[in-house]
Every structure is written in C-alpha cells, then in structure tokens.
C-alpha cells in the first residue's frame, strides 16, 4: 500500500544515531573496568575503538555486551538534537529503526527506542551480530538486505561508513551520521535540514545530493 503523500520514510540507526550509546558505554563501564583509561570519546577516532583503548575484540564485545543489558543502559539519554527535531518535524515522515546487535539485547533495545521515540517510530528491525554461541535461523544478514526488504527507503541515517556506502549505492539517500570516528561527515543540522528538503539554494536538489560516496570497505552490518 502506497504511503500517504508527504510522509517518506526515514530509517534510522539507534546506537550512536539516536542515542549516544558509545559515550555512555566509555564512561559508565570501560572506564570503570579500567581505572587506568584516560581515553575522552572526542579521542575514539576507529569504530571498535580496539586501538585507542588498547583492547582486544574479544574484551571490547564482552564489555560492551555486558552493558547493553546493564541498567545504565535502560537510562542513556536520546540525542537531544534528534528529540527536539522529532518534536518538531518527526511527523512529516515515517520512521523506522535499524541497528546490529546480539539478540540478547535486542528487547531492551526495542524498549528504549519505544519509551523514546514511540510517538513516531512504528517499526524496529535488526541484524543479529554474530556470537559464537548463539545459532539462529538465516534471514538478512546486513543492513542493506534489510533496507531492500523494506521496499521504497528514503532517507537512511548511520554512523557506520560501510552501511552508509552501501545504501548510497543502492540509490538511497543516505547520510553518515557525525561521530569522532567520522570527521569527514556533515552537520547533524546540515542533514536534517536536508532531510526536511531544505538545500541551501531553491530548485531540485542535485543528483546523489546528500548520498555518500560508494567506499571501499564491504556492505556488512556492524558486529558490535
């Protein structure tokens, strides 16, 4: 079924997306694990940050894991940049989320974005990130199968290069959400407003506008 006129659909990414999920991790568990770690987020330029913490993936994962299902993870913040503009404009469009995560944290997940964001998200997909002693059935194992599933995808907002990449070559209108690890992204107020079909000069906006470019790295989901 057709959507109504006027309502495109936007797919957003949670972690680090509509939450600051990384930041509250580094502060309220890393850093606790390791009292020594003198790391700021600003200073977290790779996403695992395996090089800046001096980390092996196998502790990074176990670490994050760990937190995803903590209690301090039920009360990390929603971007407030994000929450005010949902305020404002959120009901022009249709939203869904997308993220990667183990399932066993995907309810509290769902949960957050619900408490949050459940005045305009109707949907919440996700890709399992693999864990050795987890099996579960084959369905999409990227985002990008994921978003072909959905069908007609305006708008997709990530904080991973490569699923944003993907998704630009697909012919969708995707933007790299500003993180550390990614200096080269536009404004969250550039994308937004690019998003509301507000470009700086009048007229259609230029072919591949607002699309990342196609990058080297392989259109798999993130497997934190």
């Known amino acids: 079924m057709p959507r109504p006129r006027g309502h495109k659909l936007i797919v957003w990414d949670l972690d680090d ?46 670490s994050i894991d760990r937190f995803r299902l903590a209690p301090a993870a039920r009360d990390i913040p929603a971007n407030p940049t994000l929450l005010a503009w949902f305020e404002r404009a959120g009901g022009r469009f249709r939203h869904a989320v997308l993220t990667a995560r183990p399932l066993g944290a995907v309810a509290p ?73 990614n200096p080269e992204a536009r404004s969250l107020a550039a994308i937004l407003a690019e998003i509301e079909g507000e470009p700086r000069r009048p007229g259609r906006p230029r072919p591949g506008a607002g699309r990342a470019r196609p990058h080297a790295l392989p259109p798999l989901a993130r497997t934190s």
């Open 17 to 62: 997306v509509l939450c600051c999920f990384t930041e509250a991790w580094l502060h309220q568990a890393w850093k606790r694990e390791h009292p020594g770690c003198a790391r700021a987020y600003g200073d977290l330029r790779s996403h695992p940050p395996l090089r800046e913490l001096d980390s092996t993936r196998a502790e990074y994962l176990a």
């Open 109 to 181: 997940a769902a949960a957050w974005v619900f408490t949050r964001f459940g005045r305009w998200v109707r949907d919440f997909h996700f890709v399992p990130s693999r864990r050795p002693d987890v099996r579960l059935p084959h369905y999409e194992t990227t985002k990008l199968e994921v978003l072909r599933r959905l069908g007609r995808v305006d708008f997709f907002v990530d904080d991973a290069r490569e699923n944003v990449a993907a998704a630009a070559a697909s012919g969708i209108r995707a933007f790299l959400f500003p993180q550390p690890w």
